[in-house]
């Protein structure tokens, strides 16, 4: 209780988008703009090899530093203790090797910018969190309710200034697969690890990473040695040829990243409190640093600035988060929910 008094789940999604930012801005650069003199930039298939596998190796760095494999479930081969995953933490492994693919691939798509595809997937996630909460008979508040309407508003202002959709079809699929992951992981979270208790975390960090790690590389390797279509060659070149280009630089920044945005992610996300308020935490973070991004891109490298409707549309998500954020304060129905969280 005083750790959490002394820094509140808020100050963690300060940090979240702190570390989410650059992320978006590096992606961006690399896929965006020439490598040099008649060279094209990277795809986004080309840098998610690599990335990912730097990625994985740090995230195992880290929970063998810090010591989090020693609430992983265990099994014992050779006289060695092993950290092992259940069939739940397996299963959300899955959900986030499909959420660690889409992500990074969210930021490339030429033509659609990175409010809009956020706006889509975040919107996505808001919906889902309080429905999850009531298949597992968890309360959802009015205020939830309130933010959901505010989501729907944002969604149709930006869907109709874009007259539709109109994305590519692996834009289409990517968020598709995006909220499938996350339907799948908030689901086994709300199971086995929003228990208010600091080993739940640890734990399920680390049975989660033991699968979705390997499991996205592999996904990836597959599709790259299937050697169909243009996606294939994209891929080899980013387990093969990128890992000796100068660009590596930025793809290690972006691997340190992920690693620190799947940290704070899971801190955020397994918080005691219910999904319509956590995930909609989580989700504004990382939106509010795609906006932030693409401002910041359009001012230092000539990229295009978000149109009216997408930044009215980020405007309304981003009361719906100040609604959950502050409403759960106020009144003597705030401070029970409050009460029954902590």
Known sequence: MTARRAFPLEAYVGVYFLVYLPNVIITKLITSLPRGAGVPPLTGLETLPASLILNAILTYLFIWFAGWYRDAHTVTVGGRTLPVPTRYTVLSGIGTALILFTVPLSFTFKGVSIPFIQLLM???????????????????????????????????????????LNLPPLAILTVVLYTLGYFIRLAVMTRVAKTGEPASVRRYFVEEKLVALPLSVALLAAVSASGIGGQSGELGFGFI???SDPVMVWIGLIAVTLTAISIFSAIILLDVRENAYCVPLERASSLLAGIAGSILLAWGWGLR???????????????AIVLLSVAPRFGAAGRRALAEAQ
């Open 122 to 164: 975040r919107g996505d996630i808001l919906i889902i969190a309080p429905l999850v909460d009531l298949i597992y008979g968890r309360r959802v508040r009015w205020w939830s309710w309130t933010a959901l309407g505010l989501v729907a508003l944002a969604l149709a202002i930006t869907l109709h200034a874009r007259g539709g």
């Open 241 to 243: 040829t990128i890992w």
């Open 305 to 319: 600035m978000p149109s009216p409707a997408e930044l009215t549309g980020a405007v309304i998500l981003i009361a």
